[in-house]
Each structure stands twice: as C-alpha cells, then as structure tokens.
C-alpha cells in the first residue's frame, strides 16, 4: 500500500522560502497526478499546484502563481513544491495527493492522501 509522506514544513517569516517534499513510501508514483492541496483554518481545501504523471502538465492556483513551482522526479518517487515570497496567508496545512485523472486531481478527487505539514508564515 503506498502512503504520501510529507515534509518541509515550519515557521518562516514572510518574503521567506520552503521546500516541501513529498515521498511515496512503500510504493512508486506510478501513473498518478500529484497535487499540493492546502488547508488554513477555517477555509475550503485548495490545489494550489498540481503536476502531471509525466510531468509535461502543470497547474497552480491563482493564489501562488509566480511563486511556487511544482516539480516531481519519478525515478526518487518525489514530489517538490518550492514555495517562494510566503506571505502570512499562506499559512495552512499543507497535503501532499495522488489522483490517477488529471481533470479530477484539479477539482480536489484525490485517490490517495498524505497526513500533511504544517507551514506557518508569520508577518
């Protein structure tokens, strides 16, 4: 069974940088979209980026276009967001999801879930 197992998350302040990472344990990637779905307190689930199998598509929410960059190397079975310029609503619950129909991984139908990481940006 693989299970998403995130990390990079911490306390930055604002105009700082993290790297999450997001390692399939126990499994490969093998044929799923991954996406980086974000969780603040209070507020809706959100994609804020996503990557295809390949790798040859991607998409980010408006919210963090410019500034955070998807990427994933299939071969370490990995999955980066680098998250650049953090403002303090960027802080949220950060979830690492696989999802085997690019259409669906966009709209949050996700196949497999990780537990999470928590990035908190203060001002």
């Known amino acids: 069974q693989v299970q998403l197992v995130e990390s990079g998350g911490g306390l930055v302040q604002a105009g700082d940088s993290l790297r999450l990472s997001c390692v399939a344990s126990?499994?490969?990637?093998?044929?799923?979209?991954i996406a980086w779905v974000r969780q603040a307190p209070g507020k809706e689930r959100e994609v804020v980026a996503a990557v295809s199998w390949g790798g040859g598509l991607t998409h980010y929410s408006d919210s963090v276009k410019g500034r955070f960059t998807i990427s994933r190397d299939n071969v370490k079975n990995t999955v980066f967001l680098q998250m650049n310029s953090l403002k303090p609503e960027d802080t949220a619950v950060y979830y690492c999801?696989?999802?085997?129909?690019?259409?669906?991984?966009?709209?949050?139908?996700?196949?497999?879930w990780g537990k999470g990481t928590l990035v908190t940006v203060s001002s």
């Open positions: 126990g499994g490969t990637f093998n044929g799923y979209n």
């Open positions: 999801a696989a999802g085997p129909r690019w259409t669906g991984v966009l709209t949050g139908a996700m196949e497999k």
